[in-house]
């Protein structure tokens, strides 16, 4: 039987190309989104890759996902934790609802799903844990102070649960792409983005099919003596 795969934000950007990827390696796929409806259902009927509208920050919401997806699907053994919004501004024009907004989702929602499918993992003695960092956890980036935060503090999740995992044959792992060409880098003022793009050594933006391998790398059965590591997808652009 299938392996279920759980990706969080997986109906759009980088996550949408997790997810199809996943499914073409054989794992049976379940996408989760919590805001567009539309872009939704068009990736659902383009790809037959199941749904399902939860918010991930929320984690009474994420709760009765995993109950639904553990009675209609199967228990999670492979969990993408994608999910991220930015809101950016300098500290002087940051409030505390953007700074909240991006911990609860961006960070909360590691917390939540790990810790809502690790012990279905551990019964089964296989879990496959991949979190979506970035660069801007690892370099921080100005205007940032929130999103930084969250995506540094995926990077130190990832290599204390990694610990924790490795005696039940759970493997945790962390991705951290660079600038990848998707509606959250696109809307990154172009004056900016221009400059970021010129740092990059290889001279474009990453894909989402870039991260996407890098996803099915770490999920795959075999891929058990790597854990607790970052693999850092950025076309050079901050080698750490
Ligand atoms: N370094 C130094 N100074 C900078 C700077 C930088 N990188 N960027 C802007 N400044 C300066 C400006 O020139 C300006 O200076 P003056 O006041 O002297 O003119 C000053 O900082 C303040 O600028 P703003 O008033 O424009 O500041 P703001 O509070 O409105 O914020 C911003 C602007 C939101 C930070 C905007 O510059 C921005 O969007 N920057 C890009 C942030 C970014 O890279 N986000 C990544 C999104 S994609 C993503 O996050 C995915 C991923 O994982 C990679």
Redesign the pocket.
Known sequence: MSKVALVTGGTRGIGAEISRQLKAAGRAVVASYAGNDGAARDFAAETGIRIMKFDAGDFRQCEAAVQQIAAEVGIISILVNNA?I?R???L???TRDMWDAVIDTNLGSCFNLCKLTFDGMRAEKFGRIVNIG????QAG????VN?AAA?SGIHGFTKALAQEGARFGITVNAIA????D?D??R???AD??Q??VARIPVGRLGHAEDIARGVVFLTADNADFITGSTLSINGGQHMY
């Not at 980036?141 to 940032?144: A, H, I, K, S, V």
């Open positions: 991220g930015t950016d501004g300098t002087a024009k940051m970035s660069i801007n956890g980036q100005y205007g940032q999103y995506k792409p660079g600038y990848v998707t959250m880098v809307a990154v003022p900016v983005l400059k970021i």
